[in-house]
C-alpha cells in the first residue's frame, strides 16, 4: 500500500481513501457541476446573456432584407447577427472592442457590432460580409481581391478587415498603403501577416476604381 493510504495508528481497519483520490474525486464533481451548469445557459455552447428586462421583437434592415428577431435589451448587435439571424459571418473574438472582428457597417460606416446594443440600430442600414456581394453572388472586389492575394492565413480575422476596408474605401476610394493602413487600424490579426492583408486590401481598391 503506498505511504499516502497507510491508515494512521490506532484507526478503525476498512476502506481507506488517499488525498489524491480524494482530490480528484473532488475535481470531477465540480467538473461535472459545471459543466451541466453551462449546458443549461448555452445555446450552441456558448453562454448567452441573462435576460434582464425581457425580449422585445424587433424588425432589423441587414444586407437589404428585414429580419425580425427576439432581442433583449442589453444584447449586442454581433450576437442578435450570429445567434439569432445566423450571420455567422461576423466574428467573435474579444468581445470587448478590440480587435475588429465583428465589424459590420452601420449605415455606411464601420462599427464594432460587439459593442453596439442591437436595440439602438432598428432604424439603420446593417451590412455584414454577407452583404458584401451582389446579389446575384458575385464577389465584391475586396473578396475577389482576397482569392487573387490569398492575403490571409487562418481567416479569422478577414470578414472584419474586408467590412472595415469597404466602409474606409467609401470616403477615399484611391488610398495610398499607408492611408489604408491607418483605414483599417482598428482591426487586428493574430497571425499577423498584416503585409499581406494590406496587398490583398489594395488590390480590392484597385478592383473597384476598375468596376466604377
Not at 445555446?43 to 432584407?65: D, F, I, K, M, S
Not at 467573435?92 to 452601420?106: K, N, W
Not at 449605415?107 to 446575384?136: F, K, M, Q, W
Request: proline share 5%; hydrophobic share 40%.
Amino acid at each position: 500500500m503506498p505511504e499516502s493510504e497507510v491508515p494512521p495508528a490506532g484507526a478503525s481497519a476498512g476502506p481507506t481513501i488517499s488525498r489524491r483520490k480524494f482530490i480528484l474525486s473532488v475535481i470531477a464533481g465540480g467538473a461535472v457541476v459545471s459543466a451541466a451548469s453551462y449546458r443549461l445557459l448555452a445555446p450552441r455552447g456558448r453562454a448567452r446573456p441573462a435576460l434582464l428586462g425581457g425580449e422585445r421583437l424587433l424588425t432589423l434592415r441587414v444586407n437589404g432584407r428585414s429580419r425580425r428577431a427576439e432581442v433583449a435589451q442589453q444584447e449586442t448587435l454581433a450576437w442578435t447577427l450570429r445567434y439569432k439571424l445566423g450571420l455567422t459571418g461576423t466574428k467573435l473574438a474579444c468581445d470587448r472592442a478590440e480587435c475588429g472582428s465583428c465589424t459590420v457597417l452601420l449605415d455606411g460606416v464601420p462599427y464594432y457590432s460587439c459593442s453596439v446594443l442591437t436595440h439602438t440600430v432598428r432604424n439603420r442600414a446593417v451590412t455584414t460580409i454577407e452583404g458584401l456581394a451582389a446579389p446575384n453572388g458575385k464577389l465584391h472586389p475586396l473578396q475577389q481581391a482576397v482569392i487573387d492575394e490569398q492575403g490571409f492565413q487562418c481567416a479569422f480575422c478577414m470578414s472584419g478587415f474586408l467590412v472595415a476596408a469597404a466602409g474606409f474605401l467609401k470616403t477615399n476610394p484611391n488610398p495610398t498603403r499607408a492611408e489604408m493602413a491607418h483605414g483599417v487600424s482598428g482591426n487586428l490579426c493574430r497571425c499577423q501577416d498584416y503585409h499581406k492583408i494590406l496587398d490583398t486590401l489594395m488590390r480590392g481598391a484597385e478592383l473597384m476604381r476598375q468596376q466604377a
